[in-house]
């Protein structure tokens, strides 16, 4: 079992930035990867952002590459999330993932509100 809390949402104007944190109760190094999605209202849940655990490789959305960037703290086991020059279109609930021998765990999520 992994334990995963989120942090960081709010609201924010378009063209500011928020940092988003997972917190994992295991070691990220046991962890296959980690990654946030995000889901709007009326839309389906996406993937915004992965690391992988084993060498530290990074895959993005292409409607945030470029503004988001995803990162982990190791000793912290925590995986952050910068999003930089939002737009309105990034508001939705922001959900941290991680892979741990083959199952996916979820956070309860997080909400972000970009104001136009």
């Known amino acids: 079992q992994v334990q995963l809390v989120e942090s960081g949402g709010g609201l924010v104007q378009a063209g500011g930035s928020l940092r988003l944190s997972c917190a994992a109760s295991?070691?990220?190094?046991?962890?296959?990867?980690m990654g946030w999605y995000r889901q709007a209202p009326g839309k389906q849940r996406e993937l915004v952002a992965l690391?992988?655990?084993?060498?530290?490789?990074?895959h993005y959305a292409d409607s945030v590459m470029g503004r988001f960037t995803i990162s982990r703290d190791n000793a912290k086991n925590t995986v952050h999330l910068q999003m930089n020059s939002l737009k309105p279109e990034d508001t939705a609930v922001y959900y941290c993932n991680a892979i741990f021998y083959f199952k996916d765990y979820w956070g309860k999520g997080t909400l972000v509100t970009v104001s136009s």
């Open positions: 295991e070691s990220i190094f046991s962890i296959s990867s």
């Open positions: 690391i992988i655990s084993n060498g530290g490789s990074t």
